[in-house]
C-alpha cells in the first residue's frame, strides 16, 4: 500500500536550533515526494521536490530510499518557519497520478 | 494572478442542505482536485480530475458529487449534507507534463460546518 507517515503532530524548538521533520513512505517502486507548507493564513504551497535537489528557505530534505523515509532539516530554524508541514508522495496508477499526503507536523519556532 | 478561487470561503449547513463549491483556475491547467482537510488526518482527497469531461474518485469520495464544467472550473457538491462532512475543504490544479502531475496549486479553502 502507498502510505505517508508523519510520525510528530506537533514540533516545538527555539529560535537558533536544528529542526527535523520526519517523514516515512512506503512505495514499491521508484517514488517521488515532495515536502509542502501551509504558513497561518496562507495557501498550501509547495516547498521543494526531492528531484530537484534544492534548498528552499535553508530547509533540504534527502531521499533515503534504504530507511524509506524523507525527512525534511533545517540546521537554525527561524520563527517565520513555524507553519503547518506536510509530506507527499505521488501516487501512479488510473488515469493520473495524484499526491498522498501524511498528517501533517506543526512546527512551533519559539524565540 | 488568482491562481485557485474557490467559493464560498465559509458556509454553514444543517443536515440534509445541499451544497455546491465551486473552484475556478486561471492557469490553464489539465488537472483539478478536490481535498479535505481534517484535524489530525492531513489532507485526503475527494475526487479529481484529469482533464476536462472526466473525473474520478480519490480516497474518500462518499456523500460527494463533482462536475468539471470546463477546462477552468471544477465543483463539489453534497447533495445531502451530514455532520461528517464538516471540514476546509481546498480545490487544486496541476500541470501534466510527461504523463506526470506536476506542482499543486492550492486555493484559500472553504471552511463548511455542518450542524
Known amino acids: 500500500a502507498q502510505r505517508v507517515t508523519q510520525p510528530e503532530k506537533l514540533l516545538s524548538v527555539f529560535k537558533g536550533a536544528p529542526v527535523e521533520l520526519k517523514c516515512n513512505y512506503s512505495?514499491?517502486?521508484?517514488?517521488?515526494l515532495f515536502w509542502y507548507v501551509q504558513y497561518s493564513r496562507q495557501r498550501l504551497q509547495l516547498l521543494l521536490r526531492?528531484?530537484s535537489r534544492e534548498s528552499i528557505k535553508g530547509f533540504t530534505a534527502d531521499l533515503n530510499k534504504g530507511e524509506t523515509s524523507f525527512h525534511l532539516k533545517k540546521p537554525f530554524a527561524q520563527e517565520e518557519d513555524s507553519a503547518m508541514y506536510y509530506c507527499a508522495l505521488r501516487r501512479y496508477g488510473g488515469s493520473q497520478g495524484n499526491l498522498i499526503f501524511g498528517k501533517g507536523t506543526k512546527l512551533s519556532v519559539k524565540p | 494572478n488568482a491562481g485557485v478561487t474557490q467559493t464560498p470561503k465559509f458556509q454553514v449547513l444543517k443536515t440534509g442542505q445541499s451544497m455546491t463549491l465551486q473552484c475556478a483556475q486561471d492557469m490553464n491547467h489539465n488537472s483539478m482536485y478536490w481535498y479535505r482537510q481534517d484535524p489530525g488526518m492531513g489532507l485526503r482527497l475527494i475526487y479529481y480530475?484529469?482533464?476536462?469531461?472526466?473525473?474520478d474518485k480519490g480516497e474518500v469520495p462518499n456523500g460527494y458529487n463533482v462536475s468539471r464544467l470546463n477546462k477552468r472550473e471544477f465543483s463539489l457538491r453534497l447533495e445531502s449534507a451530514a455532520p461528517s462532512q464538516t471540514s476546509v475543504y481546498f480545490c487544486?490544479?496541476?500541470?501534466?507534463?510527461?504523463?506526470?502531475?506536476?506542482?499543486?496549486?492550492f486555493g484559500e479553502g472553504s471552511r463548511l460546518t455542518v450542524l
Open positions: 512505495y514499491s517502486g521508484s517514488p517521488e
Open positions: 487544486a490544479s496541476s500541470e501534466a507534463y510527461r504523463g506526470r502531475t506536476g506542482e499543486l496549486f
Open positions: 480530475s484529469a482533464s476536462e469531461g472526466t473525473t
Open positions: 526531492h528531484i
